[in-house]
């Protein structure tokens, strides 16, 4: 008598019960449920459900284009390492089936950006209320897998996840870091590697400093001088550069992919000495500036007093706003030294009127904190004091704040005296500097309520290549994610070291520069270090010395 089509061949039957064996044979999961960063709601581990991801695994998802985007960017995420097809398909409910299920539930205690993931022997279900939370859940999945899975090229691996279950949903909604391209001008694909760093550790916002003294790097065709002429600078003589608009709209584009938002900053009344270049009639003494290549602050501004600085101004914020689908037009200022008192918060009333006009939400550096609110403004504060009156006051006046503490977030101070690259005005910041705050306590006189949540700035007058820009972001980006995303009471310095240190090895493999702190207690092995290469730097070696992978950066992919 023949087997009916719905009963296995002995072939399958015979691949199940090798697998079956494997799988009572094998080692415990090399990485532990618990071990994610940014630290999870709540864990609850199962070793007896731990699961081998099996080279026929299909990835299945709810039959919505969005999730099943999702499931095929974890799809991309996974095959190069595993040398697995891991075809994507949808379905009306959703099962692992032995593989990957993502689904789409109605279920509001995970809010906009959490999920559910589930590792059983069946399989892993990453459960979400939105495509949003089905991505994160991926990243958590992704870490679950040993560390070889950033490898570019197939690896002889246990593709082994830890059994048991996981909730989770952010602590803050506004999650970010910020890109200075001004100061040194980075190229798209730069910018978008970046991006894939953001994502990885669930950071949901990249704010782009697209203008300085030193450089104006977004295309703004009713001034076109601004980029041909203002763009063609950076600190230290270099040949800067822009991005047109349709460099600007792939790295949107790009971001929205990965669920990250683009807030872009067009800093006013000051830092406009790349524009005055370009436009003297913006200036207070319309004679044009030279060109400036230094690193000091709060020498320029735009003529407050001129009906054509309002004009260029709105035409700017135009522009930018046509092409920046998210809420977010941050308008710098910070350190306007020379447009004071009245004559400053008249000013910033007048462009925070320009702004809500077309329909959206600014964002700007606390200096705007006197100035009259507007509904849904944002106050960027960097300070290192944290006493801070006139801030306290602007939030009680309706004002919510992104925290950026110099002291704590400012990613371009060094992390010990021998730092290579970087600064020091706001102090060395070593990851526990970076790990060891609450944003929703630390400004006086500001409840948690009105923190939308906190931001890394990585700052570029010392920064000049990609590798770089990595060195200063890891490890200290991961620490200050976790703060935005995971619960008050899961914050432990010890147990995000020791979690941290895994990292290490994934770096490595995906060819992610990044420093050795000493405070880590990173792997003894399976991480390979050279000394930096860039002239100026030092060259003596010591435990505090900053140290480069030896693997190049990976390319970044070219789509959206």
Do not use: C
């Not at 040398?83 to 009306?92: I, M, N, S």
């Not at 600014?362 to 960027?380: F, I, N, S, T, Y």
């Amino acid at each position: 008598m023949s087997l009916s089509a719905h009963e296995p061949n002995a072939a399958t039957l015979a691949r199940a019960a090798e697998r079956a064996a494997g799988e009572l044979l094998a080692p415990p999961a090399p990485v532990r449920l618990a071990d994610v960063v940014p630290a999870p709601q709540s864990v609850e581990p199962n070793p007896s459900e731990d699961w081998l991801l099996p080279a026929e695994a299909v990835v299945v998802a709810t039959a919505d284009p969005a999730a099943l985007a999702v499931a095929e960017q974890l799809a991309e995420l996974l095959r190069p390492a595993t040398g697995y097809p891991l075809p994507v398909t949808d379905a009306a409910r959703p099962t692992p089936a032995g593989g990957i299920a993502l689904v789409l539930t109605d279920d509001d205690g995970l809010g906009a950006e959490g999920y559910r993931l589930a590792v059983t022997r069946a399989g892993v279900t990453i459960t979400a209320v939105t495509a949003t939370g089905l991505f994160h859940g991926a990243q958590t999945l992704r870490q679950l897998l040993p560390p070889a899975i950033e490898s570019p090229v197939p690896v002889a691996e246990r593709w082994m996840l830890p059994g048991g279950s996981i909730v989770d949903r952010p602590r803050f909604p506004y999650r970010g870091a910020m890109l200075d391209v001004a100061r040194h001008f980075f190229a798209v694909a730069d910018v978008l590697r970046v991006i894939d760093h953001l994502a990885r550790y669930k950071l949901n916002h990249l704010h782009l400093h697209l203008t300085d003294d030193q450089g104006w790097r977004i295309a703004i065709d009713s001034w076109p001088r601004l980029t041909t002429v203002g763009g063609a600078t950076e600190v230290g003589g270099g040949p800067g550069g822009h991005y047109t608009k349709a460099d600007y709209v792939r790295i949107v584009s790009y971001a929205a992919a990965r669920h990250i938002t683009v807030v872009p900053e067009i800093d006013l009344p000051g830092h406009t000495n790349s524009a005055l270049v370009a436009y003297p009639e913006l200036a207070p003494d319309k004679t044009a500036p030279p060109p400036y290549t230094g690193t000091e602050v709060g020498f320029s501004y735009v003529d407050p007093t001129d009906e054509r600085t309002y004009d260029f101004i709105a035409d700017v914020l135009s522009e930018l706003a046509a092409i920046t689908p998210g809420p977010w037009l941050h308008i710098g200022g910070d350190e306007a030294f020379k447009v004071k008192g009245e004559v400053y918060t008249d000013f910033v009333e007048r462009v925070q009127r320009i702004v809500t006009g077309l329909g959206k939400t600014v964002v700007g550096w606390h200096q705007l904190a006197p100035a009259a609110h507007v509904d849904g403004r944002v106050l960027q504060w960097w300070g290192t004091d944290s006493a801070d009156a006139v801030t306290a006051e602007a939030v009680r006046r309706g004002a919510r704040l992104i925290l950026s503490p110099g002291n704590h977030t400012y990613l371009d101070m060094k992390y010990a005296p021998d730092t290579p690259v970087g600064q020091d005005w706001a102090g060395l910041i070593d990851v526990r500097r970076a790990y060891d705050w609450d944003p929703g306590s630390h400004v006086t006189g500001v409840p948690e309520a009105a923190v939308l949540g906190m931001e890394a700035p990585l700052w570029t007058e010392s920064i000049t290549s990609l590798a770089e820009i990595e060195f200063m972001l890891f490890p200290r980006l991961p620490a200050i994610a976790e703060l935005g995303w995971s619960p008050r009471a899961t914050h432990d310095w010890a147990g995000f070291r020791d979690r941290l240190a895994g990292h290490g090895t994934r770096w490595a493999t995906a060819g992610v520069t990044f420093h050795r702190s000493p405070e880590i207690p990173w792997p003894a092995e399976g991480i390979g270090f050279t000394q930096p290469t860039r002239p100026h730097l030092p060259t003596q070696t010591s435990p505090d010395t900053a140290f480069f992978p030896a693997p190049a950066p990976a390319p970044v992919p070219d789509k959206p």
